[in-house]
């Protein structure tokens, strides 16, 4: 596996989206209305009240729900450096991830790194548990001569090391969490639950779309605690996404669906973070 490959994909995928608070509000997604009356149109979109059994071009999205789903840590270090939002409780985004990227540094000290993964049950549901603890090194080697990696995002955010969870003096790192599916289990479920780009992804020549389905970003956290906030829709996948041409509806059928039950919590214990993500497929 090419690391630039992952790094493309990663950095294409983002490049529309700002994961603040505010933007993973959803609609409930169901399977596209084929009914029609004269002279009208059929929408692309999903619609309310059709269940779907309908096999994407990439990979199937059958009325078994059972898929493998990575979760990531988007970890900016020194959230004093954003600009997508500097005066807001969550002050980084998008711009900060692709500006510094484009430009060849990285001014937030951003590490994009592998959190888990695991395999939905035939209902859809999932609950995925991740640890991360604070370096000091802030070079995290995340590559393996294998081909195995552990880190997503654009390679000037990565180069030869990952600064990892290694906030800046003064400074607590802002977390954001990215949730991605692969599609249904195949042989290779292992590089599925492991990587950003797996050889089941359709980028590489595989049967699934494997595309990110939700986001969520916290609030820099001072002290000890916890906090738990809804998930839904990645940003770039709105509900409509497919009608407007921006998506195709095998991608946004498989998106998250918001105040539903799906809810990402984050903990913070000294020099420590657990996520814990329990999601229902759609």
């Known amino acids: 596996m090419k690391l630039s490959t992952t790094a493309y994909i990663l950095s294409s995928v983002l490049s529309a989206a700002n994961l603040s608070d505010h933007q993973c509000i959803a609609q409930t997604i169901y399977a596209p209305d084929v009914s029609e009356s004269p002279g009208q149109k059929a929408s692309k979109s999903p619609k309310a009240g059709k269940k779907s059994n309908k096999k994407g071009k990439k990979g199937h999205y059958d009325d ?143 049967p699934n779309l494997c595309v990110d389905s939700g986001a969520v970003a916290f609030p820099s956290m001072s002290e000890d605690g916890l906090m738990a906030k809804d998930v839904g829709h990645f940003p770039m996948f709105p509900p409509g996404c497919a009608d407007a041409g921006t998506c195709e509806i095998e991608v946004e059928m498989v998106q998250l669906v918001a105040n539903s039950g799906n809810e990402v919590t984050l903990i913070r214990t000294g020099d420590a973070f657990q996520a814990v993500a329990e999601i229902t497929l759609p």
């Open 64 to 206: 078994s729900k059972e898929r493998v789903v990575t979760m990531w840590w988007v970890l900016f270090n020194k959230p004093s450096a954003c600009v997508a939002n500097p005066e807001g409780p969550v002050k980084c985004g998008m711009a900060d991830l692709m500006g510094n990227a484009m430009a060849g540094k990285n001014d937030p000290n951003i590490a994009i790194i592998n959190a888990s993964g695991g395999i939905s049950g035939k209902d859809g549901f999932l609950r995925l548990a991740a640890a991360l603890y604070k370096t000091d090194s802030c070079a995290l080697d995340l590559e393996a001569d294998s081909g195995a990696y552990l880190w997503g995002g654009p390679p000037p955010l990565y180069d030869t090391a990952s600064i990892g969870y290694c906030p800046a003096d003064g400074e607590n790192t802002e977390v954001h969490i990215v949730l991605r599916d692969h599609g249904p289990p195949t042989e290779h479920k292992l590089h599925q639950m492991t990587r950003f780009t797996d050889p089941s992804c359709a980028s590489v020549g595989g």
